[in-house]
């Protein structure tokens, strides 16, 4: 048995650090408040490039491998070498591979991140889905206390219907960190599974969204959010809120955690899978809400400090020693 099961995308990462991007701010449209420019036609000079390791399934699989939990990833890769490397790397952090999926047909994600360096390691991604829009329940049975489902693509629905109800019926408890398609679904395409869904982790932007989905005049207080999407079903209900913190809400009281203070902000790509993994196997290894925001914050403080998704991933017996 499996203490996690991870669902969602694994991809080759291209890290891409420039100092040339001008950031361009507007309120033409509230989505996008801030953009990152270039000059048209021009070629452009970069700092330097890495080739990492992304994609929310493995990216929390690795970090629950970390704090010590057996945990498995399901993801569907291309018969590839960039499927082989993301399958070495998950090994390397002692994930099971046994419910990996190869496609005949589609290679393997890439996403291509670009770092801003002028702007405190926040970024872009250029993401090129393809295997991972065919990831499927798969054939495999596996038993496991919980399963985490991170960004879903290609027949998506399908898929989150079908874990809600292999879940229910296995008595596994389901975390749920909604993508882009599944937040533009908003509350018609999502509310009957959220009462499924044992912890649902969004940013505070994305809670907004999905509140608003429902209700266009909420109050968009954070607190007054959380309870909110409570009301739809989760169990606990989790909202980030990146350089200040994050909170939670189980029903009962409202808790809140104070970021991490980090000197230098090198990037922030997989932060919010950092904060994810460490809140989960807190979670799972029995700690309390208030603790499980703790690891979360610190892990995610941890990450930023270094150029890709996984490189900071804390172990157990730092995540416990290291000060906040």
Known sequence: MFDVVTFGGATRDIVVRTTAGKLITTDHNLRATKLLGFEYGAKIPVLRTYDNFGGGACNV???????GLRVACRINLGRDLDGLRIKKNLKAAKVSGELISW??????DLSVVIIDENGGGDHIVFVDKNASNNLNLGHKKFTSQWIYISSLTGEWLTLLKELAQFAAKKKIKIVFNPGLAQLSAGYEGLHEILHNVEILVLTLDEAIELVLS???NFSLLAGNIARELFSWGPKIVVVTEGAKGASTYDGKELHFQEAVKISEVVDTTGAGDAFSAAFLGAIALGKDIKTALLWGVKNGANVIKDYGAQTGLLMRKEIEKKEA
């Open 61 to 67: 699989a690795v970090g629950l491998a970390q704090l």
């Open 103 to 108: 496609d005949k047909k589609e290679r393997t």
């Open 214 to 216: 429902k209700n266009k």
